[in-house]
């Protein structure tokens, strides 16, 4: 097939390192986002927060006049403001408020009851449905008082804690559509007429040839049958260089084209690619996840037995005792009614709004609230290499210069002919000779040699920064020693020519972060182990390991290896945390007890994951594990304030005072419940990070 215009590849220089090399090319483009995917997940979330606020505001509005109008209150207040057929308007409000303001709890309880796991929500939806129902036969001539009011304000408080508590947890995950936002909707296809025609994705078939211009996200997994670029995969394979490809040679769909304009005939589309593979591993981990009940739920599901039983004991002893049936009753209402406690609405909701705004400000993004709580009990702490522990961008660590040579003058001489290109090893370069405030002279007759290096004129001297293989080929001599050392740890070595003759070594690797080290430490001191898990080559791997202290680690791991490793380590009965940055952690992060991303990181991993670290700072892993013991500790002292006032209110309303006289009356069992509400309100207020 002749070459089209557009298909002929740029020649770039190279620099070979154990068979891969790096391109350099000042005019590289950055890929075009793709968002127009809608994140419906995310928008139902958004609308069930919503529904919740709207249903608060609206039986808060509507409880007003019901506990102005309620006689018990009245009482209470020593005022009475009774007219004709007032309790005939407060059937009406209290009804609006039953059947609006209630409905969720009411569909909640049911389905869990189906479900067989009785909870918060049944627990509601009994309280309220006996309100309603014995208020009701009350105002319509059943002797006894109407509990309307406690209905009403058990059904504000209830709104108001599920509405805070959805504020602060995560909605539906946008994972996948984040994925599917990594594809092109649209590919280049080259027609038998050596003509391009862009066609949705959808339509192109296996055997398809594809024009992916320099910038661009390739869109389908293949094989390059013309031209020769850089590919950059590190967000979806964990390498960290980007690695230099030509005919022969397979891509991924997703992977960004560096340079040159490739043409590749397709082999993979649809469920088939890589990235779909990668779509269906996290769908399956985030499915499989269990659906563990939280402290709330399990308080709930007990006080609802405990409900069931003391109001119905309360009923037969008074029967018992020759009570008659209307006042038995009433104490059985009351009983059931004061069982579900107001407090336990707010207890964990109030916990979790203070917890996530210090979270935020400390830079931890909290989307899944119970995996959050589990981080208490972590036993190991899995990290991805690129991006996570390192900077994921190219850093000098070595100069070796030869005799006539300093250090820095091997650094400028390089900076100097490197200055003009966007190549990750490039920018390294220059950065590091800007970081040390050497002054970078202007380079001419600046050319890329294919295969060789690169080339120009600097201060009239010629300057070649060559790739290893170019000094050997020239068989010009220098420390093979020292270039065997580097190479064994991973590094990248770029040779600098003055004049033809080898002026120095600069090796570059990618950098570790200052806080990675001291988060290992910190874990380590708690008796968490640390782990590497990456997809790069084992010497990077175990060359950053060594600095960071990591005794574990895994390297060369495939993306759906990495979730295997995950559930290895699981096997063991440890609780494990995964911390990634990249689309090939996702599925391990789904898979993991606690995922946690790298806000630098891509969108698919901060959607997949559980808690993300906004600052990109390792530290802040062990922050959270703290934060987490200390909202659980408070979480549980809430509970037992709120649990603790049935504990005092089930049989005093019973009436196991009543031999003494003294008999509790709901509006006195309510000035106990708001107590209990208000203190667990200070408590979780108390909570510092």
Sequence with gaps: MAKHDETKADQHHEHDHHGESHAHDSSAQKPDGHDSHQHHGHGHHEEMVQDFKKRF??????????????PMIQHFLGVDWRFANDMYILFALSTIVFFYGGWPFLVGGIKELKDKTPGMMTLIALAISI???????????????????????????MLLGHWIE????????????????????????????????????????????????????????GVIVEGRSAIDESMLTGESIPIEKEDGDAVIGGSVNKEGSLVVEVEKTGEDSYLSQVITMVKEAQESRSKTQDLTNRAAK????????????????????????????????????????????LAAPLVVAVSTSISAKQGLLIRNRTNFEGAR????????????????????????????????????????????????????????????????????????????????????????AVSPGYVKGENLPFDEDMFNELSEQGKTVVFVLVDDKLAGMIA????????????????????????????DNEKVANWVAAQLGIEEVYAEVLPDDKAKQINKIKEKGWRVAMTGDGVNDAPALATADLGIAIGAGT????????????????????????????????????????TGYNIFA???????LAPWGIIISPAVGAVFMSLSTIIVAINAKLLKG
Excluded at 179 to 188: C, D, F, I, Q
Excluded at 378 to 383: D, H, Q, R, S
Excluded at 606 to 635: F, G
Aim: with cysteine; proline share 4%; hydrophobic share 50%.
């Design 377 to 464: 009990n972590l036993n190991a702490v899995v990290f991805d290499k690129t991006g996570t522990l390192t900077k994921g961008e190219f850093g000098v660590t070595d100069i070796v210069a030869s005799p006539g040579f300093t250090d820095n003058e091997v650094l400028q001489m390089a900076a100097a002919i490197e200055q003009n290109s966007e190549h990750p090893i490039a920018t390294g370069i220059v950065k590091s000779a800007k970081e040390q405030n050497l002054p970078i002279d202007k380079v001419e007759d600046f050319q890329s040699i294919t295969g060789k290096g690169i080339e120009g004129q600097v201060n009239g001297r010629k300057i070649n």
């Design 603 to 642: 969108d698919v991993a901060m959607e997949t994951a559980d808690i993300v670290l906004v600052k990109s700072n390792p530290n802040d892993v062990v922050a959270l594990i703290d934060l987490s013991k200390k909202t659980y500790r408070k979480m549980v002292q809430n509970l037992w304030w709120a």
């Design 508 to 535: 570059l690797a990618d950098m570790v972060r200052d806080t990675a080290k001291q988060a290992v430490a910190a874990l380590k001191a708690k008796g968490i182990h640390s782990i590497m898990l990456t997809g």
């Design 650 to 656: 089930i049989p005093l309303a019973a009436g196991v």
């Design 131 to 157: 309100a309603y129902g014995y208020s009701t036969v009350v105002v319509f001539g059943w002797d006894g008082n109407q509990l309307y009011w406690e209905l009403a304000t058990l059904v504000v408080i």
């Design 302 to 345: 007990w006080l609802f037995y405990l409900a069931l039983v003391a109001g119905f004991s309360t009923l037969i002893v008074w029967l018992a005792l020759g009570y008659a049936f209307d006042i038995a009753i009433e104490r059985m209402v009351t009983v059931m009614v004061i069982t579900c406690p107001h407090a336990l609405g």
């Design 166 to 221: 959805m504020r602060s947890i995560m909605g539906a995950s946008n994972a996948l559509e984040q994925l599917v936002k990594l594809m092109p909707s649209e590919a280049h296809k080259l027609a038998e007429d050596n003509q391009v025609y862009d066609v949705p994705l959808s339509e192109i078939r296996n055997k398809d040839w594809v024009l992916v211009k320099p910038g661009e996200k390739i869109p389908v997994d």
């Design 57 to 70: 505001f609206i039986s808060l509005v509507l409880t007003i006049p019901i506990l102005a109008l309620s």
